[in-house]
């Protein structure tokens, strides 16, 4: 993996969001706190570029089996505004009149917590005069597209992006997040039981390793060819979700 200065890094993070955030004319950023590391460090970050009084945690819980006290926790620690809504009554309302046309796929239906989220964070942040909404995902995450597209992936500006989720690790020590919050196994929270590494089907070392020799163009061997094949994979089929969406243009004709 990359040697970095972390706290350098760190420092250099906290003054591009500064940057950021007084280029677009805003105020204060909107941050939702899933309770795992990657919205903790973007929530720390902001706060230590913008200051506690300029950042709004919004815990949006939607069909949540599992209770999480974690995002209380980390607003405390870095003293911000802290609001919680359980979005589980408007998915559920959405599901049952369109429940008709919708197939058995679970991820179809997975997908619409976090797009109702994102409507939430728009919402407040708007309501806030000048207001950003911060996004919480991480180089690895990115990279393979594991996020929703108009739902995670909706943001104005990702603090986090070019970070490996190693490298995530690395500065939550350095900022002094919780330990409990650093040693949870990431879920994006779609269904029962859902993990990230069960989901992709692997682990975030292992991504995080091919992923990084991916980006570099350096030597994969080492690496076994099914999972070199399974990133890659992953990788070309989450492309349209990292530009924006194409046009027809008239003047190519």
């Known amino acids: 993996m990359r040697s970095l200065d972390y706290a350098v890094l760190t420092q250099n993070i906290i003054q591009w969001i500064k940057d950021y955030i007084h280029s677009a004319g805003a105020e204060g950023v909107v ?3 899933s309770g795992g590391i990657d919205s903790s460090v973007t929530a720390a970050l902001c706060t230590k570029a913008l200051g506690k009084r300029n950042i709004i945690g919004l815990n949006l819980p939607c069909e949540s089996f599992e209770r999480d006290e974690d995002p209380n926790l980390m607003s405390k620690v870095l003293d911000i505004q802290y609001h919680k809504f359980d979005l589980t009554p408007t998915y559920k309302d959405l599901i049952k009149l369109v429940e008709s046309e919708i197939t058995t796929n679970k991820l179809a239906k997975g997908n619409i917590k976090p797009r109702l989220r994102m409507s939430v964070l728009y919402l407040i942040a708007q309501s806030k005069g000048s207001y950003l909404v911060a996004g919480t995902g991480n180089r690895t ?36 997040i919780p330990h409990q919050i650093i040693e949870k196994p990431p879920s994006a929270g779609l269904w029962k039981g859902q993990t990230d590494e069960a989901e992709i089907g692997l682990s975030y070392e292992m991504l995080d390793e091919i992923i ?8 994969l061997k080492g690496f076994r060819e099914e999972d070199i094949r399974k990133v890659q994979k992953m990788m070309k089929k989450s492309q349209h979700k990292q530009r924006m969406p194409p046009l027809f243009r008239v003047d190519k004709i």
């Open 212 to 219: 990084y020799h991916i980006d570099y163009n350096l030597d």
């Open 141 to 176: 995450e990115i990279a393979i597209g594991y996020f929703t597209k108009y739902g995670d992936g909706g943001v104005d500006f990702e603090p986090i992006g070019d970070l490996y989720k190693y490298e995530v690790r690395e500065i939550a020590k350095l900022l002094e």
């Open 31 to 33: 941050v939702g706190l």
